[in-house]
Nanobody
């Protein structure tokens, strides 16, 4: 079973920042795209951002200009820097590794709560 280990969630006021990190086994990290999804209560899980093995990133429209995804190959880690957080960003954030439309692995999720 593939383990993706997430960290960095928490409670922050609107306008604040948080940084999420996800560490994957080396073989998984080096051969897959990585990304973050989120799921708010009563809503479907949605894509936040992804980054390919070569560093090409893709963002959901609702986070463009506020969130930045990056890969750290030395640490087998993908990071999500979240700035200018809004109450509607409140959700459980899930780390993902895989190939879109083919397969994927998921982390256990980390709670992000943004207070107004």
């Amino acid at each position: 079973q593939v383990q993706l280990v997430e960290s960095g969630g928490g409670l922050v006021q609107a306008g604040g920042s948080l940084r999420l990190s996800c560490t994957a086994p080396g073989s998984i990290f080096s051969s897959n795209s990585m990304g973050w999804y989120r799921q708010a209560p009563g809503k479907q899980r949605e894509l936040v951002a992804t980054v390919t093995r070569i560093g090409s990133s893709n963002y959901a429209d609702f986070v463009k200009g506020r969130f930045t995804i990056s890969r750290d190959s030395a640490k087998n880690t993908v990071n999500l820097q979240m700035n200018s957080l809004l109450p509607e960003d409140t959700a459980v954030y899930y780390c993902w590794a895989g190939q879109p439309a083919l397969y994927g692995y998921w982390g256990q999720g980390t709670q992000v709560t943004v207070s107004s």
